[in-house]
């Protein structure tokens, strides 16, 4: 009677636990997608605020979409994505983790898993992720320059711009991928191909300055100043650049290259409103000045270049210049002498140093400032020719 019971108790909890795992009523399901659709209209929304850069809101709105949907992989993705933007990176990784469970986000999830492992500063994790999400998601251009960026950060831009060459023809529309191959080219020196690459890059995006600054410093690197300088005049005419002394230092350069040296006083003279505790800038203006004869102008822009910094052997090398132009011989070898300490492997102030003394008189100290430089610098040419002027005279 007994066993009889035990059997009975047992086919009973059998039951029981079929009974619990069968399919949810009719009502059941229904409330679900009632609920998964609210979560949807929720997760829109909190979208949207994301967009917008409203955090808390979206926040607020994306918690709502979770309690009503908490297996929304799309909800998921999206909370991750304000855990990175509060640097709350051990919760964002969690709702990856979730979230990648669905084939729908993915490519999507490693992407962004790879986002908190670079922050967390490790690059071999950070660059699998990035792998992956390519992997899942050729077509998006996203990863792609997610993975040639990190291949960068780890010291291996070849193998990024081998990558990115092999992607243009397949972003044929891009004029993103082609602007980062024309940065890596010029990084790599390679200033006609970068040209070229950056040219289709403005032509696909033609109202993007950051590409036409990045033409336009590819240009300079590359020695073809007009151009260069035609571009950046028009970025600081724009309306949108002119707040880049930066710019218009680079574009000054360009116009003393190109012989408009007037222009370039007017460039430099710009950038030193902006930012007058920069080297560069008054050294550009001096030698402006300096090319138009403006010498106590020039010297006045040496010496404001000198009260920033006193070590640099090229503003005493300038001051060299001003002081030769006006025969302050004395000057002049003094401000080279100092060029020249400043900077001993330099064959410039030590050929200034034999000039000036041959003007001085002393054409024998003159020569042996030329035989320095030389053995300094065999191939020098300066040096070579003023020796050879001076065993002329003799």
């Known amino acids: 009677m007994r066993k009889s019971f035990r059997l009975c108790f047992a086919l009973f909890l059998m039951l029981g636990a079929c009974s619990s795992t069968k399919e949810p009523s009719a009502q059941q399901a229904a409330v679900r997608q009632w609920n998964d659709a609210r979560s949807a209209v929720l997760v829109g929304l909190a979208g949207d605020q994301y967009q917008n850069a409203n ?90 320059m997610a993975k040639a960026e990190m291949l960068v950060a780890m010291g291996r831009r070849d193998e990024a711009l081998t990558m990115l060459q092999a992607k243009v023809a397949y972003f044929e529309h891009s004029g993103e991928i082609r602007d980062e191959v024309g940065l890596l080219l010029v990084q790599e020196g390679r200033y006609p191909e970068a040209i070229e690459m950056l040219c289709r890059a403005g032509i696909l995006a033609p109202d993007d300055l950051t590409i036409r600054e990045h033409l336009a410093m590819a240009q300079f690197y590359g020695k073809r100043f007009a151009e260069s300088a035609e571009l950046l005049s028009a970025l600081l005419a724009s309306g949108k650049c002119d707040h880049r002394p930066d710019l218009q230092i680079t574009l000054g350069e360009c116009q003393l290259q190109t012989a408009r040296p007037d222009e370039a006083v007017q460039s430099f003279q710009q950038a030193s409103e902006t930012m007058p505790g920069s080297t560069g800038v008054w050294l550009g203006l001096a030698r402006a000045e300096l090319e138009l004869n403006n010498f106590k102008r020039a010297e006045f822009a040496v010496r404001r270049c000198l009260a920033l910094d006193d070590a640099g052997s090229q503003a005493h090398l300038l001051m060299g210049y001003v002081m030769l132009r006006q025969n302050r011989l004395d000057d002049a070898y003094a401000s080279f002498v100092r060029a020249s300490q400043l900077d001993q492997n330099d064959t410039v102030p030590i050929c200034m140093i034999g000039l000036t003394l041959n003007r001085l008189g002393r054409s024998h100290d003159a020569a042996a400032c030329y035989q320095r430089a030389l053995k300094l610098n065999p191939g020098d040419n300066m040096a070579s020719q003023l020796l050879a002027r001076i065993d002329v005279q003799n």
């Open 55 to 144: 955090f808390e809101k979206s926040r607020s709105t994306i918690d709502q979409a979770l309690r009503l949907s908490p297996e929304n992989p799309t909800a998921r993705l999206l909370s991750a994505k304000l855990y990175i933007e509060a640097g709350s990176l051990e919760a964002a990784e969690r709702e990856l983790m979730v979230a990648s469970q669905s084939d729908s986000t993915a490519a999507e999830s490693q992407y962004l898993m790879g986002v908190v492992y670079q922050r967390w500063q490790q690059p071999q994790r950070a660059l699998e992720c990035y792998q992956h999400a390519c992997d899942k998601s050729p077509a998006e251009l996203a990863y792609v």
